[in-house]
């Protein structure tokens, strides 16, 4: 018999109960402030939400999540991880995303030993185990716990939940690394960063909130969601003028419009089906 949204809730806090402490790496998005509600409900003043500043996410991302999390009553640790320092992350392969995700679970635990919390907990869904993530090989690792996997939660349920329980980034678009906008083999910098940043920036404030800018170096691949590619496509001048100015020769607008993960599209079968494998030890 198919469980219900509620029963899977209810193993939820089942499975937080049991842990009695908890460390949450909190993003700000709606998985991780599911997580971290639930714990609170379960475990009160036991819980600690942790906010991580990271050069491959936007400041206006951290300062949210510190906010969500305060709101909420929870007390709040600060903290920042440097991957542009890191090699590995830098030549910006696919198993960079391993990396990536290893140095944050590493940092987690070394707080969480500090800080005399025994679980680390982070906002993975069981929708993660259908894509690309290295960072589930890390995440098993280093031995933090997926609570939503461990209820079997997908994210519509997420949604359901958050909704639920009056979480104002319940209906809050899917945000991820800006490194994601940069091509495997082309080395990141902290220029390419901030040319995806301000060029994202510019475009939300034109009223495209769900919109990628991919860097293939001299060029800007512009992806909006299809029914906006039109709208789009009249602020062409603006648009241009602005970009250019950020450093790109040529931009460019992506007819098959918005999708996440589309830099995995270049990825060979072969080397997804690995990779998975390996993600999903």
């Not at 069981?126 to 209820?151: C, H, I, K, N, Y």
């Amino acid at each position: 018999m198919k469980e219900t949204t509620n029963q899977k809730n209810l193993k939820l806090g089942e499975i937080l109960t049991d842990m009695g402490r908890v460390m949450v790496a909190f993003s700000g998005g709606v998985d991780s402030a599911v997580v971290l509600k639930r714990a609170q409900e379960e475990l009160g003043d036991q819980v600690l939400a942790v906010v991580v500043a990271s050069e491959l996410f936007r400041q206006e991302e951290f300062d949210n999540a510190v906010k969500v999390a305060e709101d909420m009553g929870v007390q709040v640790y600060k903290t920042e991880i440097k991957e542009l320092n890191n090699p590995e992350i830098v030549a910006n392969t696919p198993e960079s995303w391993y990396h990536s995700k290893r140095m944050l679970y590493s940092h987690l635990n070394e707080l969480a030993q500090k800080l005399d919390y025994p679980y680390v907990l982070d906002g993975m869904i069981m929708d993660d185990l259908d894509d690309f993530r290295p960072g589930l090989r890390a995440r098993t690792e280093l031995g933090a716990r997926s609570v939503l996997q461990e209820a079997n939660i997908y994210k519509h349920e997420v949604r359901e939940l958050a909704k639920k329980l009056d979480l104002p980034v319940w209906d809050k678009p899917a945000s991820c690394s800006l490194a994601s906008r940069v091509p495997y083999g082309l080395k990141l910098t902290k220029t390419k960063i901030k040319q995806v940043n301000e060029a994202e920036l510019f475009l939300a404030k034109l009223g495209f909130e769900q919109v990628r800018v991919r860097h293939h170096e001299n060029i800007a691949r512009i992806e909006v969601a299809p029914e906006k590619l039109t709208q789009l496509v009249q602020h062409h001048d603006k648009i241009q003028l602005k970009l250019t100015s950020l450093g790109f020769t040529y931009v460019s607008l992506d007819l098959r419009g918005y999708r996440t993960g589309s830099m995995n599209e270049e990825l060979s079968e072969s080397l997804m089906d690995t990779k998975l494998e390996k993600a999903s030890v």
